[in-house]
């Protein structure tokens, strides 16, 4: 009875597991396989992986998509951990009623669907581009300013602040540290893997986001690698092997980043829940 | 008197500093959330086209109620919703349950396999999922091999099948994330309750139903909002699979609003309406959804 209790349970652990990892692996296959091998359903590594890649840069510049997407991922990422951490240490810090009231109502943003957002800071980026062109529609801060503060990190920072040893504070104090001083120099280097796990999660989301670049970014410039992938997929005449290079070349980073600091991003997850 | 004013000033300036260090991201998000709601209501008072914009009064609500596509993608996305979100939280219940048994081999390679998904962007796995599940994709030669089918499925192009391959794609997307919840959550609670169960002779579905879904409840509350926002959000994966076809089939609230702000004739003031339709459906579910889980607490 219990063995075949267990057997069922890794059994379908197994099935799960499986079903998880066979798209990935799928992808990865395919992108060295030729587009008709790929029709065909062929599981086994092919050789024409440096084709693929090579008519990839010759038909898209993926270049350019990588470089866009890693600029505006990685600033989207250094502001968003600094605004958010400042404001979940002041927050957390120095607690007054009156800040506690507006801290509810940060939290209510995460309420707001994006798809009410859009078209207002649509306009908001139109109107923005008549004055200051560098800023507005098409450019790279258009995509980071809306994105940048999430209620959800600072949220993040404030419950993870709460751990944090106040005593470490008046010991600042005591040594004449200004406020910032004291979060710059005490606070900062004691919380890294709470900055490492936000990292993360920024840098994810920043790096995967799909509907508000498709939006703003309109000339081929500045176009990130979510919307390369999605212009490549929804061609009439798909080569697939050289699309599932493109798709496996744009999940590199993140699955890197997620590989090397899965235990902070396990421990970033549990710290935002308690 | 003079030692009273020193410590307010004191206490005054430990209030300004505080304020200082949240005044970035309050400004932030007033400016790019709660600003921009209170444009999209004012827009969904106004009708026209790019800008040129007039009020309107309540013309777009009652168009909305009927605009057959907007009844259409309200459907679509409560199918989703109704199937998807339950499926997801049971079965990301279940493989954590199962993962946080403390004989388990292989925990950490389970845990990661089931985990990697979330890695991917929407975008991606969204063009995967549509060459797998294509006509003559692998998912159909599959099935026809083990002789499951006798003809191909069409899982992109049959309203029906498409609706069920956007489940089956969010569901291989999204299960690993709410499991690390789960999971997260299962590592707090004290053993000695199991064991103590144990002794008192529970069974399995007992315990789990006794004590991991009660102690668990504020975490499947999280999710199922969370996991709810999200679905009436639907966008990526409609937008890759199957550009919300054949038809209307697939099509999502969001991806109409899209289509009528910039696919269609720039219709703002319209498409705002239908987001506030978003709006008022978030707050409906996620009231009924805390209510429903308070009263369980008795």
Redo the contacts between chains.
């Keep these: 009875m219990a063995k075949s209790k267990r057997f069922f ?1 890794y059994l ?3 099935v ?6 066979f ?2 692996l ?2 990865v296959v395919s992108s060295t396989n030729q587009s008709v091998d ?4 062929r599981l086994l590594p092919g050789s024409h992986l440096l084709d693929n890649l090579r008519k990839l840069l010759d038909t898209t510049d993926l270049q350019l998509s990588l470089m866009n997407s890693a600029k505006i991922s990685i600033t989207t990422t250094l502001l968003a951990l600094l ?2 951490s ?2 979940g ?3 957390e ?4 009623r009156s ?1 506690d009231l ?1 801290f509810n109502i ?1 939290l209510l ?1 995460m ?14 980026f ?1 109107q923005i581009s008549n004055v200051f062109p560098w800023m507005g529609i098409d450019t790279m801060t258009s995509v980071i ?2 994105t ?2 999430t ?1 959800f990190l ?1 949220f993040f920072f404030r419950q993870s602040t709460k751990m944090f040893p106040k005593e470490l504070l008046e010991a600042g104090r005591i040594d004449g540290l200004s ?1 910032l001083g004291i ?1 710059l120099r005490i606070y900062l280097p004691t919380m890294k893997t709470t900055y490492a796990a936000g990292a993360i999660i920024t840098f ?1 989301s920043s ?2 986001n ?2 508000w670049p498709l ?1 703003v970014l309109q000339t081929p410039q500045t176009k990130t ?2 919307l390369l ?2 212009t ?3 061609g009439y005449a798909p080569d ?1 092997g050289m ?2 290079i493109a ?1 496996v070349i ?2 590199i980073p ?2 890197l980043v ?1 590989f090397l600091m ?1 235990k902070q991003f ?1 421990a970033g ?2 710290g935002s ?2 | 008197m003079k030692k009273t004013n020193s410590t307010f000033s004191i206490r005054t300036k430990s209030v300004l500093t505080g304020w200082s260090f949240v005044l970035l991201a309050v400004i932030l998000i007033f400016v790019f959330y709660f600003y921009p709601m209170l444009q999209a209501l004012i827009l969904s008072f106004q009708t026209g086209t790019g800008s040129n914009l007039t009020f309107t009064g309540i013309d777009n609500y009652t168009r909305l109620l009927s605009d057959k596509t907007f009844i259409v993608s309200v459907k679509n996305t409560f199918i989703y919703l109704l199937i998807q979100v339950p499926l997801m939280i049971i079965l990301a219940l279940f493989i954590s349950v199962l993962l946080n048994d403390s004989k388990l081999k292989f925990k950490g390679l389970f845990r990661t396999a089931i985990f990697l998904p979330c890695v991917t962007s929407l975008v991606a796995y969204s063009v995967v999922f549509k060459y797998l599940f294509a006509g003559n994709g692998l998912v159909n030669t599959m099935l026809l091999k083990l002789q499951l089918i006798s003809a191909p499925i069409e899982w992109i192009t049959d309203p029906f099948w498409a609706k069920i391959t956007i489940i089956i794609a969010i569901t291989w997307r999204w299960t690993g994330y709410n499991m690390i919840f789960y999971l997260s959550a299962l590592q707090n609670i004290d053993h000695s309750i199991y064991e103590a169960a144990k002794i008192d002779g529970a069974s399995a579905s007992r315990q789990f139903f006794g004590i991991t879904v009660p102690l668990l409840k504020p975490i499947i509350l999280f999710t199922s909002i969370t996991s709810t926002i999200g679905t009436l959000q639907l966008f990526d994966e409609v937008m890759n699979i199957t550009k919300g076809g054949p038809g209307n089939a697939t099509q999502t609230i969001s991806q109409y609003i899209y289509n009528l702000s910039f696919k269609y004739s720039a219709d703002f003031g319209y498409a705002a309406t239908v987001s506030y339709s978003i709006v008022i459906m978030i707050a409906l579910l996620s009231v009924i959804q805390f209510k429903v889980a308070g009263d369980k607490n008795g």
Excluded: D
């Design positions: 349970m379908f652990l197994s799960a597991a499986i079903v998880s990892v798209p990935f799928w992808m790929v029709t065909r359903g605004i958010a400042l404001a240490y002041g927050f810090v120095f607690r007054s800040k507006v940060l943003s309420m707001i669907p994006f798809a009410a957002l859009m078209i207002p800071l649509y306009r908001m139109g300013l809306p940048v503060t209620a600072i406020e979060f994810m790096w995967n799909y509907l939006i690698m979510p992938i999605s490549l997929g929804s697939y699309i599932m798709i744009g999940t993140t699955a997620f899965q396990v997850m549990i829940v308690k």
